[in-house]
């Protein structure tokens, strides 16, 4: 008897699971009842595969109004390179490196990277596209010490890939994002008009304890999206 009943729960499960995979957030789950009499099972068996569903964070139950899909719990969002974050939107990420050289830290960017100023940072500045078509402009600055040998070994494809491989892909980052205005020169290599609105994104990103990179980056507003979570601690 109970073997039956629970071999009856996990066929209710896996068939809801079955309906609801892929559909939208919100979009209504079957009915107890309809459950109860496709499967001619107690009421008792179908809820415990929707509540094992629930758990999961598969369904969600709305009081007074039933049993829907879930939303997407909230969780950190994960510290992405631009290779990686434009993989996710869907889009085919493409560098073109427009400078790579050692140069001394100025105050700004010393200060970020917590070293002194006239101290060796690596310079690396990029075109990048999103299938074929300009999307940001991106000067990165590293700490040389931390990277030797970097610009003799080839410029990689993913930067935080190659921080990575070093024991050193970043664990957190601090970032700003300002609207503003493309200058001349960013007009130009983002192929929009001087005046055109964009996005400056300036990150700090930290591996352990060490700052490992400080970027700043110029996204063409008309093209590029910042997606946000945000929620309430309980």
């Known amino acids: 008897m109970t073997d039956g009943r629970a071999l009856k729960h996990v066929q209710v499960r896996e068939y809801v699971r079955s309906l609801v995979t892929g559909c939208a957030p919100g979009s209504p789950a079957p009915s107890e009842r309809e459950l109860v009499h496709r499967f001619g099972v107690a009421r008792m068996t179908v809820r415990q595969a929707m509540d094992a569903l629930v758990v999961e964070g598969l369904l969600e139950r709305i009081p007074g109004r039933g049993t829907f899909v879930a939303r997407p719990r909230r969780t950190a969002s994960k510290i992405t390179g631009y290779t990686e974050e434009m993989n996710r939107r869907g889009l085919l990420?493409?560098?073109?490196?427009?400078?790579?050289?050692?140069?001394?830290?100025?105050?700004?960017?010393?200060?970020?990277?917590?070293?002194?100023?006239?101290?060796?940072v690596i310079h690396w500045r990029r075109l990048r596209r999103a299938d074929a078509k300009p999307m940001c402009l991106e000067d990165a600055y590293l700490n040389e010490v931390l990277l030797p040998g970097f610009l003799q070994s080839g410029m990689p494809t993913s930067l935080y890939d190659a921080l990575e491989s070093r024991g050193l892909r970043p664990t957190w980052a601090e970032d700003s994002i300002t609207a503003d205005k493309a200058t001349t020169e960013e007009a130009a290599l983002l192929e929009v008009e001087a005046g055109a609105s964009v996005l400056r994104h300036s990150r700090r990103a930290i591996a352990g304890e060490k700052v490992v990179e400080v970027s700043r980056t110029v996204y063409r507003a008309d093209r590029f999206?910042?997606?946000?979570q945000l929620g309430q601690e309980s």
């Not at 073109?96 to 960017?109: I, K, N």
């Not at 999206?225 to 946000?228: C, D, F, K, M, Q």
């Open 93 to 120: 990420a493409e560098s073109q490196t427009l400078l790579a050289r050692r140069e001394q830290a100025g105050p700004g960017v010393a200060r970020a990277l917590s070293l002194s100023e006239g101290d060796a």
């Open 225 to 228: 999206t910042l997606w946000v």
